[in-house]
């Protein structure tokens, strides 16, 4: 069965610090993507970065940024120089790309910013 | 342009009873999909629409059931609630699917089943 893991259910950290959320996955495909998407409190769920699994360079939005470890199957995100608007719940998912695609989610961290 | 609406927000309904719940893509966006969202299950997909045809689903009973209109707009019943139908319902609309395109979500419906 394909699975993902988000093993922190909740961090929090200072503000302008950098923190690092943890994603791990199971699969025995070799076509799949991987994303992180973040659901600030009330307010709608919106993807914050993605990753192809053939790509080996690890993909960059700003200040988020992923460590893809295929091999690991490994899927971290880093958040730098972190803000206050940064506190959301962050999901990783991945998506197989065979007939019957689907996205598989995991649990979800709760990541606090404190001022 | 408008985002994902979903109407209505917040509903409240007890055991046996079924539900409609509907969501509006934004314009030019071709595929919605559905999702469970439950403090104890994270989100489940629950299907996917594209031009009006169910393309991919995922493992739920048939009493979670959906469809698109011609315009895009799709809703999703589900019939003979049952108290672990509660849950944040999250509609997505991307413009030929999620495997192809990023999707967008709605801020979802949350429905309640006493």
């Known amino acids: 069965a394909q699975t993902v893991t988000q093993s922190q259910p909740e961090m929090s950290v200072q503000e302008a610090e950098t923190v690092t959320l943890s994603c791990t996955y199971d699969?025995?495909?070799?076509?799949?993507?991987l994303f992180w998407y973040k659901q600030p409190p009330s307010r709608q769920m919106i993807l914050v970065i993605r990753?192809?699994?053939?790509k080996q360079q690890n993909a960059t939005e700003n200040r988020f940024s992923v460590n893809f470890q295929k091999a690991a199957k490994s899927f971290s995100l880093k958040i730098s120089d972190s803000q206050l608007g940064d506190t959301a719940m962050y999901f990783c998912?991945?998506?197989?790309?065979?007939?019957?695609?689907?996205?598989?989610w995991g649990a979800g961290t709760k990541l606090i910013i404190k001022p | 342009k408008a985002g994902v609406t979903q109407t209505p927000r917040y509903l409240i309904k007890t055991r046996g009873q079924q539900v409609t719940l509907s969501c509006s893509p934004i314009?030019?966006?071709?595929?919605v999909s559905w999702y469970q969202q439950t403090p104890g299950q994270g989100l489940q997909f629950l299907f996917e629409?594209?031009?009006?045809?169910?393309?991919n689903k995922g493992n739920f009973p048939g009493r979670f059931s959906g469809r698109q209109f011609s315009n895009s707009r799709s809703e999703m019943n589900v019939s003979t609630l049952e108290l672990g139908d509660s849950a944040l319902y999250l509609c997505?609309?991307?413009?030929?699917?999620?495997?192809?395109?990023?999707?967008?979500f709605g801020p979802g419906t949350r429905l309640t089943v006493l």
């Open positions: 997505a609309s991307s413009i030929a699917g999620f495997h192809y395109n990023e999707q967008f």
């Open positions: 314009s030019g966006h071709r595929s």
């Open positions: 629409y594209f031009s009006e045809t169910q393309r």
């Open positions: 699969t025995s495909e070799s076509n799949y993507y």
């Open positions: 990753q192809e699994a053939y």
């Open positions: 998912a991945f998506l197989i790309m065979d007939s019957n695609y689907q996205l598989i």
